[in-house]
């Protein structure tokens, strides 16, 4: 570290002390230091933005996805990061308890309906939905996470082939609904058709009894040739549904809903095929373990796919042993873009979380002061993320080397709900004209 003095002493000069007062408690970042009441004489302010930085990608093990904000599907073929599937489970419910299929019930068609509520990558690119009947009870009240696989039937009750439309109205019996699509089961076979319609009256006494004859659906995709995209869905609206049409000897056009609420199991399943066809660059780091390669590119995937590991292997060197007091004022981390690809934006907002080492996360002190201090929001200003961490370096330095340090870690907000993906810079990246990882830090030393 090279730190550079910017001001040789602050002499007798009540002004330039309130600015730096006012540097060191933007909104109210530290208040360290309040009490050490200095002499003006003794203080002395620096700034660098060359603190050691180690910086490497991993894989993630495994993320908590039941109840998710948005349900996954779809396949995406990424340059970078390879193919990933998104699949999910599902319980299905009745609109209403008691229902009667009538004498003799006859099977038209059975249609799964699904309302959009967004989508991440290609649209253009083609997607094959299939859709399996669930073998094994799901619990609402239980813990589901992305590497979790149940028990399904061997038949494939759609094999629809589509193109994702999730900003498109769609048009039905001369009415415009809101993006959604619609998939018949019934075309490989009626089986599933048939065995809902043979319900016995206890079968469909309740939600709770039909759950038991009927555990759900499991809907996933083939993996895409190239491209493809991410579809979000919104299970728990009132579009989003599983409708049975029939006809018995009383009438010859019924039909009955089933739907999917807050109130049913759910939860997303994740196949990143080990990564096996990401970038070269991306391999040798992630799957073969070069953490020398996260100097010059770094990754974060949501849907359980990439985090990167940060750590500052110096900065508790930086505590004076002479006695002499260190005074953060500011320490922000910034990350830089490396590659901005059209069909595969910034994340709206990223996390930086502190790691425990015990594969748990913990929330950074300075993050209590709210996000907007925080940070973590895409800047379209820098094509980055930046963080104010000045709590957490001062902590570091006061704490030495007393305290085992497990470094941070850089990941997708909200990842079990959405498909986003970043690259940035390392510390050093292969191209001169990028910007670095860095954190900029402004410090005072008070010489007692």
């Keep these: 570290m090279r730190p550079q003095f910017l001001l040789k002493q602050l002499l007798l000069s009540t002004t ?58 779809g396949s995406m073929k990424d340059p970078v990061f390879g193919t990933t599937i998104a699949g999910f489970f ?59 696989s149940l028990s399904v039937g061997e038949t494939d009750f759609a094999s629809n082939q589509f193109a994702p439309l999730p900003k498109t109205p769609f048009p039905f019996r001369g009415d415009t609904l809101a993006p959604l699509i619609r998939v018949p089961l019934t075309l490989n076979s009626t089986a599933l058709g048939e065995k809902i319609l043979t319900a016995s009256e206890s079968d469909l006494e309740s939600t709770a009894k ?114 002499q007091k260190m005074i953060v004022n500011e320490a922000k981390l910034i990350m830089y873009a490396s590659d901005l690809a059209e069909e595969y934006g910034a994340p709206s907002q990223m996390a930086l979380v502190l790691n425990d080492g015990n594969k748990a996360y913990q929330v950074l002190p300075d993050q209590r002061e709210g996000d907007d201090y925080f940070g973590g929001k895409y800047k379209s200003s820098i094509k980055g993320y930046q963080y104010r961490i000045t709590r957490h370096i001062q902590e570091m330095i006061l704490a030495g080397e007393t305290k085992e340090n497990y470094g941070l870690y850089f990941l997708v907000y909200g990842a079990s709900s959405k498909a986003d993906r970043w690259v940035f810079n390392g510390i050093s990246p292969i191209n001169d004209s990028l910007k670095p990882l860095k954190l900029q830090l402004t410090y005072s030393i008070v010489n007692e």
Excluded: W
């Design 90 to 148: 599902t319980q299905i419910r009745l609109s209403t308890n008691g229902h009667n299929f009538g004498t003799n019930p006859q099977l038209d068609s059975l249609v799964l309906q699904l309302a959009y509520s967004g989508h991440y990558g290609d649209t253009t690119a083609m997607q094959t939905m299939r859709v399996y009947e669930l073998k094994e009870d799901i619990n609402i009240d239980s813990a589901y996470y992305s590497n979790r």
């Design 16 to 73: 330039v002390i309130a600015l730096l007062l006012t540097i060191s408690c933007s909104k109210k970042p530290e208040r360290i230091g309040d009490n050490l009441q200095p002499d003006q004489n003794n203080i002395q302010l620096f700034y660098t933005d060359t603190v050691s930085i180690v910086a490497y990608s991993v894989a993630e093990d495994s993320i908590r996805t039941d109840s998710p904000t948005n349900i996954l599907f």
């Design 210 to 323: 039909f759950k038991e004859y009927f555990k759900g659906l499991y809907i996933t995709a083939d993996p895409v040739a190239t491209g493809g995209a991410i579809s979000y869905f919104d299970l728990p609206s009132n579009l989003s549904r599983l409708t049975i049409y029939y006809s018995n000897d009383s009438d010859d056009s019924l039909r009955y809903d089933f739907y999917i609420t807050s109130s049913d199991a759910r939860f997303n399943r994740f196949d990143h095929n080990e990564f096996q066809d990401a970038s070269p660059d991306f391999v040798n780091q992630v799957v073969q373990g070069d953490t020398l390669a996260g100097k010059q590119k770094l990754y974060a995937q949501a849907m359980s796919g990439i985090k990167t590991k940060i750590l500052f292997p110096n900065i508790t060197k930086m505590q004076h042993p002479s006695g």
